[in-house]
């Protein structure tokens, strides 16, 4: 299901372990050394500065193609809006797995934006028009969305979107039952929240 080869991401991983153990005090260089040499991985995850930069100019570009695109094609009215924000979701995600197979880009700021990207536009297509029980579809909706990215890509911040959602489907749905369920649902959510920790 992952995008990614496995081999590569048990890589990485056993990278990042050694390096904070190298750190640490735990190992000594040489054998540090010998980790790096003998799990070499091909994901490409650049520094916290050029992975901001990166994804200032995904934003950018973008933004600019939104505009243009809407601007060429005379976009108006509610439902061209919202097929528009529908089909760049799709490119977003078109060009995110092109990005990851092709140049193995693994939180390279590019892939990141792709992703929250894509989870917005479903929000904004979502939300433009008016619509029966609106906020528990959004909410279900970007809850499958995210928990999709979140296997498909392995990214931490979709698994935390996708947990989020799945209990805010939850208390809007139980609160809607009427005074007794919207005076419990703290509690009911609290329990979701135990229930879930204990299947990690």
Same mark, same amino acid.
Do not use: W
């Given at each position: 299901?992952?995008?990614?080869? $496995?081999?590569?991401?048990?890589? $990485?991983?056993?990278?990042?372990?050694?390096?904070?153990?190298?750190?640490?005090?735990?190992?000594?260089?040489?054998?540090?050394?010998?980790?790096? %040499?003998?799990?070499?991985?091909?994901?490409?995850?650049?520094? !916290?500065?050029?992975?901001?930069?990166?994804?200032?100019?995904?934003?950018?570009?973008?933004?600019?193609?939104?505009?243009?695109?809407?601007?060429?094609?005379?976009?108006?009215?509610?439902?061209?809006?919202?097929?528009?924000?529908?089909?760049?979701?799709?490119?977003?995600?078109?060009?995110?797995?092109?990005?990851?197979?092709?140049?193995? @880009? @693994?939180?390279?700021? /590019?892939?990141?934006?792709?992703?929250?990207?894509?989870?917005?536009?479903?929000? #904004?297509?979502?939300?433009?028009?008016? !619509?029966?029980?609106? @906020?528990?579809?959004?909410?279900?909706? #970007?809850?499958?969305?995210?928990?999709?990215?979140?296997?498909?890509?392995?990214?931490? !911040?979709?698994?935390?979107?996708?947990?989020?959602?799945?209990?805010?489907?939850?208390?809007? /749905?139980?609160? $809607?039952?009427?005074?007794?369920?919207?005076?419990?649902?703290?509690?009911?959510?609290? #329990?979701?929240?135990?229930? %879930?920790?204990?299947?990690?």
């Amino acid at each position: 299901m992952t995008a990614y080869n $496995k081999k590569n991401l048990y890589n $990485k991983y056993a990278q990042e372990q050694s390096s904070f153990a190298f750190r640490s005090q735990c190992i000594d260089e040489s054998t540090y050394k010998k980790i790096l %040499e003998t799990h070499v991985d091909n994901l490409y995850t650049p520094n !916290f500065f050029i992975r901001i930069g990166l994804a200032l100019l995904t934003l950018v570009a973008i933004a600019s193609l939104f505009l243009l695109i809407a601007l060429f094609t005379h976009v108006s009215g509610e439902d061209g809006f919202i097929g528009l924000c529908v089909f760049f979701a799709i490119m977003c995600y078109g060009s995110l797995e092109l990005m990851v197979h092709v140049k193995n @880009y @693994y939180n390279a700021g /590019i892939d990141n934006l792709l992703m929250a990207l894509i989870v917005l536009f479903f929000i #904004i297509s979502l939300s433009i028009s008016e !619509f029966p029980n609106q @906020y528990e579809v959004i909410s279900f909706t #970007i809850m499958i969305v995210s928990l999709f990215l979140a296997i498909r890509f392995t990214d931490a !911040f979709m698994s935390i979107l996708a947990y989020v959602n799945c209990i805010g489907v939850i208390f809007l /749905i139980y609160t $809607k039952f009427g005074t007794f369920t919207k005076a419990t649902a703290p509690f009911v959510i609290m #329990i979701v929240s135990l229930y %879930e920790l204990t299947l990690q």
